[in-house]
């Protein structure tokens, strides 16, 4: 079975712009979360998604949105951009109910690395 | 918010030396799991803990979860030079349903 895959792997912009980065669960899988890691505040959730609809959100701001697919692939969007937005942004799917469920776990992207200039 | 702790940041051993690093939640998990994230890597999940008091172990890896479900530990022993990474800890909360990740320990193993 093939991995998590998310695209692009890297990706510049710079202040102001906007962002879409895509994550392709592993097949089958239903639930799909979106992480943010940088050196100095390590992971942070950012929302999960399943079946369509967003079931957990973290303590971003509305900057930062998401969406699934009726196919389960999800896309995250970082409108207007800025420095801090630098980071390592992680996928991670789950196959059955979720992280929400006390015996899924997740499977983790290779991430797309954002620079913004 | 809920937070999870995780120490030492950073532990540097002689190959052949224990590890172990450490967690603590400031409320009560529904479960803790562990990932290790290899340099330029991404993290790959270890293990899950679901009940009170439960340990669990993969060859030289040992992981505890506490009584409360409040903290958990993961130990190495007699650490390789394959365990170097970072290793962080997730907690599920109870309510809610967010994981929320420790800061990492990262491990690095001098041949």
């Known amino acids: 079975k093939a991995g998590v895959t998310q695209t692009p792997r890297y990706l510049i912009k710079t202040r102001g712009q906007q962002v879409t980065l895509s994550c392709s669960p592993i097949s089958g899988h239903r639930s799909v979360s979106w992480y943010q890691q940088t050196p100095g505040q390590g992971l942070q959730f950012l929302f999960e998604y399943f079946s369509e609809t967003q079931r957990n959100k973290g303590n971003f701001p509305g900057r930062f949105s998401g969406r699934q697919f009726s196919n389960s692939r999800s896309e995250m969007n970082v409108s207007t951009l800025e420095l801090g937005d630098s980071a390592l942004y992680l996928c991670?799917?789950?196959?059955?109910?979720?992280?929400?469920?006390?015996?899924?776990?997740?499977?983790f992207g290779p991430g797309t690395r954002l620079t913004v200039l | 918010g809920q937070q999870v702790m995780q120490i030492p940041q950073y532990q540097h051993v002689q190959e052949g030396e224990d590890f172990t690093t450490y967690c603590n939640s400031s409320t009560t998990l529904s479960n803790i799991q562990w990932y290790k994230q290899r340099p330029g890597g991404h993290p790959v999940f270890l293990i899950q803990l679901v009940k009170s008091g439960e340990v669990k172990k993969q060859k030289r890896l040992t992981f505890q979860f506490g009584e409360a479900k409040k903290n958990s530990s993961l130990h190495i022993t007699a650490t390789q030079t394959t365990d170097v990474g970072t290793y962080f800890c997730?907690?599920?909360?109870?309510?809610?349903?967010?994981?929320?990740f420790g800061q990492g320990t990262e491990l690095s193993v001098k041949p």
């Open positions: 991670a799917s789950t196959p059955l109910g979720g992280f929400s469920s006390s015996t899924d776990t997740q499977y």
């Open positions: 997730a907690g599920l909360e109870n309510q809610g349903g967010k994981l929320i």
